[in-house]
């Protein structure tokens, strides 16, 4: 029925037999017979023979249906550049954590994709066995976001800086660095800072230790079997913590004996970098860059 709608289109817009049948390439027989079965089908006369013109009906018909099949076009478009989008699906690695200004730089990016381009259709690669920079410099993920430059990025690759952020410190609330007035980082000299086994978190841990070196603090540290990152704060123990971005909060969501601080020293920042291929930059990758950047000053502004 839609091919034959579509010919009666193509006929109420001639209003020839033979000019249609000529731009349908195909006979006039055919398309007489066609226009036959469609007025056979719906129940009503859409032409007035001799001379050929629409009826009252086919009027109405064409108004209505002249829309429809263009919104039947545009959703078959759309579809196919979905279908097309799904094959080069951006891949992204990241810490998977639901708090703090990076992951929501992450999901707002996402979100802006999806509106300004239907085909875009991204996934998360997440694998503890692999650190972040491993997964993108062998291909099984196109963006990364990390904490730290890497010691050693491989040609053809690219890290660019992302945003820098107010770092906190969570301790428990019987940690001794949370005694001292004022809050600063060397309160926290003697504690330990809990590392995973899972190497996803080394970016994490690596962005701690330069931001915490940085204030003149070389913390103990200790490894433990974490995958879910609720749980470095679920297990947090009396002479341990962890530092984050500025979450907006000093209550940690997870736990009720977790304090958030925010040190005094100067220039006390967490990182971010997106690391990704540049020979070339995927499309999806250069979009998502742009973006985040741009939700990243967005978030600046704000703060």
């Given at each position: 029925m839609l091919e034959r709608t579509r010919e009666f289109i193509q006929l109420a817009n001639a209003m020839s037999f033979s000019k249609a049948a000529k731009e349908l390439n195909m006979s006039q027989p055919s398309l007489r017979r066609h226009i036959a079965e469609l007025e056979s089908e719906?129940?009503?006369?859409?032409?007035?023979?001799?001379?050929l013109t629409l009826t009252t009906a086919g009027c109405h018909y064409l108004e209505g249906i002249s829309t429809l099949i263009n919104d039947v076009?545009?959703?078959?478009?759309?579809?196919?550049?979905?279908a097309a989008g799904s094959r080069e699906s951006l891949v992204i690695c990241s810490i998977p954590f639901d708090l703090g200004p990076y992951s929501r730089i992450v999901y707002e990016s996402i979100a802006r994709m999806r509106t300004a381009c239907a085909a875009f259709a991204p996934t998360f690669f997440y694998s503890g066995v692999f650190t972040i920079?491993?997964?993108?410099?062998s291909g099984k993920a196109d963006i990364g976001v990390v904490f730290s430059m890497p010691?050693?990025?491989?040609?053809?690759?690219?890290?660019?800086?992302?945003?820098?952020?107010r770092g906190m410190i969570w301790a428990h609330k019987d940690n001794p660095g949370l005694k001292v007035?004022?809050?600063?980082?060397q309160n926290f000299a003697g504690s330990v800072l809990v590392d995973s086994t899972n190497r996803m978190y080394t970016t994490w841990r690596d962005g701690e230790l330069e931001v915490l070196e940085k204030a003149g603090v070389s913390p103990n540290s200790c490894l433990r079997g974490i995958e879910n990152s609720a749980d470095f704060f679920i297990m947090m123990r009396?002479?341990?913590?962890?530092?984050?971005?500025?979450?907006?909060?000093t209550i940690c969501p997870y736990n009720p004996d977790v304090v958030g601080v925010l040190p005094e020293d100067d220039e006390f920042v967490i990182r971010?970098?997106?690391?990704?291929?540049?020979?070339?930059?995927?499309?999806?990758?250069?979009?998502?860059v742009d973006l985040a950047k741009q939700v990243a000053a967005e978030t600046l502004q704000m703060r």
């Open positions: 719906l129940g009503f006369m859409l032409f007035e023979r001799n001379p076009d545009s959703l078959t478009a759309r579809c196919q550049s979905i920079p491993e997964a993108i410099y010691h050693e990025i491989p040609e053809g690759f690219t890290c660019d800086p992302l945003m820098d952020y007035s004022p809050i600063r980082a009396r002479n341990e913590i962890k530092v984050t971005m500025d979450l907006g909060t971010t970098y997106l690391l990704y291929g540049n020979r070339p930059v995927k499309p999806q990758v250069a979009s998502f």
